[in-house]
């Protein structure tokens, strides 16, 4: 693994990251290629296990491709900058960035729906609250992706 100095593993920065990010891009897997989409998330961390969170339509691609399959893949990634430098090779990039996978469930359950969309708001809205009317509780999908894998990394200015 290239630069192994780049890798971040301390929780605590990894949710610093995190918490500055407000779309994430899933993979999903395609019979013929991967489907990758921008999409807004919300996230928990607890004991040691990532969970993100996204929801959309209930028909439309996406889901359909969860049904099928429910492997899925997680990017971040920001803090974008160009490191000049004399030479052209010796030219480089700033960034921070999340890579995880795992298993995507379309949750069923109402109380768990509304938790998702609250994990989901509260990335997007931090401080406030939002109750759900039936008619969009019906027509959304919640996912949970239950993260078996995360990897951050970040090249820094120097």
């Known amino acids: 693994m290239g630069n192994p100095e780049r890798i971040i593993s301390n929780p605590d920065d990894i949710l ?18 991967p489907y990758i989409v921008p999409v807004n998330f919300g996230y928990e961390y607890m004991g040691d296990r990532w969970t993100i969170w ?18 899925i893949s997680v990017e971040l990634d920001g803090d974008h900058r160009l490191i000049e430098a004399e030479n052209a090779c010796d030219y480089s990039y700033a960034y921070t960035s999340i890579i995880a996978s795992g298993e995507a469930t379309i949750v069923q359950d109402r109380k768990e729906m509304e938790h998702g969309l609250d994990v989901i708001m509260r990335q997007a809205a931090p401080g406030r609250s939002f109750s759900y009317r039936d008619d969009m509780i019906k027509a959304v999908c919640v996912v949970r992706i239950d993260c078996q894998t995360l990897t951050c990394r970040r090249h820094a200015v120097t």
Do not use: D, V, Y
């Open 16 to 33: 610093t990251i995190i918490k500055t990010h407000q779309i994430c891009r899933i993979a999903l897997n395609n019979e013929s290629h």
């Open 54 to 71: 996204f929801h959309g339509a209930r028909t439309g691609k996406k889901m359909r491709l969860l049904r099928k399959n429910s492997a």
